[in-house]
């Protein structure tokens, strides 16, 4: 069996180090409504936690199919140009993204 | 024929070969009632009027010289606007697509394509199909043509809506926790999720990778028969679509339902729903058994857990599928910042509305280091419970009948404050979605002059069996063919 520890109400601090991991920059204003209304949500889904699930497999998907491969052969999509371009910045077939290095 | 918009697609197939009328005068038929009332009703988020007319002369000419034998030829269609259409805008309702053009088709639609489609613009939806209201659209809210104070359901509201108003003869949605089943119920029309894997997704915007299902909505279900022939099967490019046959739907739906087996789940009927609507499953139940089916007691003793699954496993998958949207690759890419992190932070920030970011939030925080077992796996677990409770029910009966949603729609800005009364309005769709079934709203009448569906629920694949009772029920019954007056 696991020992839940879960926080029933998520602070400020909390709510910020998750937007950090999700990439978002928040408001004030949305880290204070949020953490009101993600922990509500999450009290709500802890009912979960009643649950005897002891021997009970995880049911991630339902097709019953495993391994899906095709064969190992190149098939051009004839937009590779097109799919280029649709990021903001593309030269010469390739995507542009900012310098994450600095040359010291 | 002053009233073209009013047919249905099998009705508007029939004409079309009897040179009755055009596809173009279909199309003009189309276009003319979104003129008149989507300015109230809202449904379109961008239109698509010169390559339509494109498509509708191209279907003529094809019927002049009897070349397709496709019934979609020549017929209009409105496409919800997460499926990736070529050379037309695909927002998924997101600021963050807001200008996305899609260099090529989602497999549907080039099936559609293929099959002679006169596609007539892209339909409004709750922002990558998070929501049940589509007030969690980018861009505008979508308004019920039943009661333009009252909300369409969603996500797939813009599709409901559209259809509902006679502004297409059939339209094609997304349903992952019930986002075509409660809209078609909302809304007075026909709606099919699909089972899990029946339905190729390729190409249309991924929001719960294990749960999304895409389907039609009809203004009859025998039309609904129709158009999943053209969209079921295996695709090579979506490795969750097992080779199952694909039925001859349109015949197996004209079967009577004498014998059929139909359970009637306990756990659906419960305190403080709408007393309409609960009488109209009902009378729904006596009319099935008057035609000659047996309907069952049953119960799925595990229902008031999913939502609570669904709402860790949702959450956790679109924090994951969000992830694409970096202002890298495509999409909103705001550079005024110093650095890499600027770009996704601001980018993201912008781009994606207040339920989008709930939903990563929620994600992110399950699965964190430390809380995977108890959110995410926990969750999983669960869905094998009520997954059983469905195949149990399926050792005795054949179809189950239940409510779509607890009452029917509400008004616009009643719920859109508290997230968390907005999940729980799924509470009778998303068993069926966590079990991978197929699910069919069919209208069943009206409480308080507002539309109420009933949901009925088959097992993995046998779309066709629910497809005929739908259609053996529309037979004895007319409510599918009420109008709300725009």
Known sequence: ?104 | MSELHKLTLLQAFTGLRNKEFTSRELTEACFSQIKKFDDQVKSFITLNEKEAYEQADAADEKLKNGDSASPLLGIPVAIKDIFCTKDLKTTSASKILENYIPPFDATTVEKLREAGAVFLGKTNLDEFAMGGSTENSGFFPTHNPWDLQRVPGGSSGGSAAALAADMCFYSLGTDTGGSIREPASFCGISGLKVSYGRVSRYGVMAMTSSLDTIGPFGKTVEDIAVILKYMAGQDPKDSTTPDVVVDDYSAEIMKDIRGLKIGLPKEYFVEGMDEGVRDRVLEAAKKFEEMGAEVIDISLPHTDLAVAAYYVICPSEVSSNMARFDGIKYGLSKRDGKDLLDIYLDSRAQGFGAEVKRRIMIGTYALSAGYYDAYYNKAMQVRTLVRQDFEEAYKQVDVILTPVAPAPAYKLGEKIGDPLKMYLEDVFTIPASLAGLCGLTVPAGFTESLPVGIQLLGKRFDEKTILRAGHQFQLVTDYHKQKPQL
């Open chain 1, 1 to 104: 069996m696991y020992k839940f520890t879960i926080a029933m109400k998520l602070s400020h601090k909390e709510v910020e180090h998750i937007a950090t991991l999700a990439r978002l920059r928040l408001t004030e204003e949305e880290k204070e409504k949020y953490s009101g209304q993600l922990s509500g949500i999450l009290d709500y889904v802890e009912t979960l936690s009643a649950v005897d699930t002891t021997d009970v497999e995880p049911t991630s998907q339902v097709t019953g199919l495993t391994n899906i491969a095709r064969a190992d052969q190149v098939i051009e999509s004839g937009i590779s140009e097109e799919l280029v371009a649709c990021a903001p910045k593309s030269a010469d077939g390739y995507v542009v993204v900012p310098k994450i290095f600095e040359n010291k």
